[in-house]
């Protein structure tokens, strides 16, 4: 974990929370997504005083999740905590059964158990996560996360709109990318975000620097935001006319990442899960705040509790805002109909930190 950043105020107001544990148990969920690749993720019901507190563990290697399951609950929760003792208890345990297929698993799992342990203490409570923070939940907007096949195709946005005409995109554009494909996907007015996933090695997602793609995404949508593009001597100078509109997630982990960055954003992407435990989260929230920097959340395509936390987030920090939260049924590869549309009107459960849209 990165070091302990101070107290802000945001995590002040959750840090003492009484918590009480008796044991936790686990939940695998699992859906083919739209990225074409199933999807297992794992719930935690910490359990105490009669209620469950849930948290989601988006780890992407199934391994890891099989390896969590089958080793059941062997770490020893249970007693009396506070929200932030309960965090010091997981910072010296370790809470892979075996070793991770990638180190930054124990980020996502960690978020996992400290989620969960806020929903149990403030359902303890008698409390809701607004009613604690005295923030106002919004509506919140929201961008579904897209890529478009393998070669790659106009037909998942086209079908998209076809049933929801005001759908709105994050689209992850890729070498292939063709001219005649740009210009359709401009010509529908839906693309408010372009993620170049510059930082992934290694993925089914990757796509190297490529300066080619690079000028010719940024000029064909010149509103969009540009998120985690690679800089390097070839795309540095023609993305430097374009710096308001770059953005960055996946080197996003900490708020000693945003400072260390190559230039002052003025938008973050801020996925909770990235960040592992509520007190570097809420810095970074301070942080923002602080330096007049937007806000964006993200998804890790979440299955259960885990979306409706970040949908939750979204609507008391950044509502208004292409929040990358969308319901979990946009990751279908045939979305149904009847699903929610943007903006979500607040859908806050009286206690705890649960999203009941």
């Known amino acids: ?113 400290e989620s969960a342990a806020l929903d149990l203490a403030l359902r303890q409570a008698g409390r809701s996560l607004a009613d ?25 946005v086209r079908s998209r709109l076809e049933r929801y005409p005001g759908m709105r995109f994050k689209l992850d554009p890729t070498s292939d990318w063709s001219d005649e494909l740009i210009g359709r996907l401009v010509d529908t007015g839906s693309v408010d975000s372009v993620d170049f996933k510059g930082f992934y090695v290694g993925t089914v997602v990757d796509q190297p620097a490529d300066p080619d793609l690079y000028q010719r995404v940024v000029e064909a949508f010149p509103e969009a935001w540009i998120e985690d593009p690679a800089l390097t001597d070839e795309t540095d100078p023609l993305l430097a006319p374009h710096r308001d509109r770059i953005t960055w997630d996946a080197p996003i982990h900490s708020v000693a990442d945003i400072t260390g960055l190559p230039f002052a954003p003025k938008m973050v992407n801020i996925k909770p899960s990235r960040f592992g435990t509520l007190r570097e989260l809420c810095a970074a929230y301070d942080h923002c705040a602080a330096h007049g920097m937007g806000a964006y959340g993200g998804g890790q395509f979440e299955l259960g509790a885990g979306r409706g936390h970040i949908q939750y987030l979204a609507s008391l920090f950044h509502p208004d805002t292409p929040n990358d939260v969308a319901p979990t049924g946009y990751h279908e590869p045939h979305p149904a109909a009847g699903l929610p549309e943007s903006p979500l009107p607040p859908a806050l459960a009286p206690t705890g930190f649960r999203w009941d849209g």
């Open 132 to 156: 604690v923070l005295e923030r106002e939940p919004r509506a919140v907007t929201f961008v579904v996360s897209l890529r478009l096949g393998d070669p790659p195709s106009f037909e998942p």
């Open 1 to 113: 974990m990165p070091d302990t950043p101070p107290v802000t105020d945001t995590y002040a107001r959750l840090a003492g929370l009484p918590l009480e544990v008796d044991g936790y148990d686990l939940e695998g969920l699992e859906r083919d997504v739209s990225s074409d690749f199933t999807r297992l993720s794992t719930l935690i019901h910490l359990r105490g005083r009669g209620q469950d507190g849930v948290g989601e563990d988006v780890t992407y290697d199934a391994l890891d999740h099989v390896a969590l399951q089958d080793a059941g609950a062997p770490h020893a929760l249970a007693g009396r905590h506070t929200v932030d003792s309960f965090s010091a208890l997981l910072e010296g345990l370790d809470l892979f059964p075996a070793e991770p297929v990638r180190e930054v698993s124990r980020v996502y799992r960690r978020w996992a158990f």
